[in-house]
């Protein structure tokens, strides 16, 4: 994370070394309902990053004793593929790191799942990494979210995540790994963007107070493009039914 | 007919209205499924997710246990089922057999109560998404109807997805259940599944 002596040029000119802007996404792809076996589905392609989400549940909690009379649990996991990377970060099996976002996802979608109509039950969340380069807990949220949605589980909004950072005196968002490793700061934010509420934010280096605010007002602005993609995404799969027919 | 897709979040009304599956916050009333949404008549159809029980729903099932006069029976929901036996009635369920039964009660949105079982003998069991059931029986069970006629099988759809069928081609009905299944959403469904069930009894 922290600066370091070899620290390569990431911005020249105003341009960041993949020819963004600093309030420029990566390129995102998201597609819905792509798993037959699962309940819900989604793959999303965002820049380098390819993540699959599978859900499944509403179902009977087991074992038996995790079970809570009065919600639904959420159970989440997130893993990297073995080939996913290109050194050893983060790579295959339940690490430090993968507990640790698994956690952060299941807390992120605790607040939006309406656990309450589902008593007693268990939702799988299942967040796999195919090819990673920055950004996959925040793409594996985004991408979860969708799942959710296709398989018709009741939630208050469809969220999404992106992280913001910054590079020398600069903030960028939606970091990729080279930008990551070399960065002064790094900070992935989950949104519900119904109400803005924030449901995921950690944060690598140091941020000063106004540069923390400036950053959440990029990732709200950016996000408008992400929900849009999200809303789309679901839209296609069944837009044949907006013609007056249906059930 | 005006009908849009909406989505978890999407604002359906400025008012807070009580519409089923859509949520208020704030004075306003939100969509929590992803379902269609139909202006005029104010609902919300879902197009994806589970079996929610309602009082007077007719379930399939198998029992999978008992307790001196209750018994349990799965019916592919996460919650518990259970059948509790009458004391007039003199009728013993074996665990594996298949019933069809009446949601008598819902308690805590979990423990469903059956009554008015009825056992059914052989036949086969067809799993099928619970939101498409409704396309199934078809209005005024006529989908059901024209299927159990020209195939001649004896078939009984419950609300929770299962679809139990005995005799006749039932190869033709799973197909055409199918045909169902995928293509909910499109328009004149029925004459599609009587030109598919003509053609298949005319060529068996």
Known sequence: MASKADKPELIIGNKRLDGRGFNDLRPLKVEASVLKNADGSAYVEWGNNKILAAVFGPKEAMPKHVQDPVKAIIKCKYSMAPFSSMGEHGRSGPNRRAIEISKVTREAFENVVMLNDYPGSEIDIFIEVLQSDGGTRAAGITAAAVALASAGIHMKDLIYAVSVGKIGEELVIDMNMIEDNYSDSDMPMAISPRNGDVLLLQMDGIMSKSEVKKGMAMVLEAGKAISKIQKDALNKVYSRGENGNGV | ?204
């Not at chain 2, 909406?6 to 916050?25: C, M, R, T």
């Not at chain 2, 509790?84 to 009446?102: C, F, Q």
């Open chain 2, 1 to 204: 007919m005006a009908r849009q897709i909406v989505i978890p979040g999407d604002l359906v009304a400025e008012q807070a209205l009580k519409i089923e599956h859509s949520y208020i916050d704030n004075g306003k009333t939100y969509a929590k499924v992803l379902g269609l949404l139909d202006t005029e008549k104010g609902t919300i159809v879902p197009l994806e997710g589970i079996w929610s029980p309602r009082i007077g729903d007719t379930v399939v099932g198998i029992v999978t246990g008992m307790r001196s006069t209750v018994y349990e029976v799965d019916l592919d929901f996460f919650g518990r089922s259970i059948l509790i036996g009458s004391k007039y009635d003199r009728h013993t369920y074996k665990i594996g057999e298949v019933i069809e039964a009446e949601v008598k009660d819902v308690e805590d949105r979990k423990t469903i109560i059956l009554t008015r079982p009825q056992s059914l003998f052989g036949g086969t069991i067809l799993s099928v998404k619970p939101t498409k059931i409704p396309r199934v029986i078809g209005k005024a069970n006529t989908m059901v109807q024209q299927i159990a006629a020209m195939t001649k099988s004896n078939i009984i759809v419950g609300n929770n997805g299962l679809v139990w069928m005995k005799g006749g081609d039932i190869g033709l009905a799973t197909a055409a259940i199918r045909k169902i299944e995928s293509e909910a959403h499109t328009q004149g469904l029925t004459e599609q599944i009587k030109m598919m069930l003509e053609k298949g009894t005319t060529n068996a």
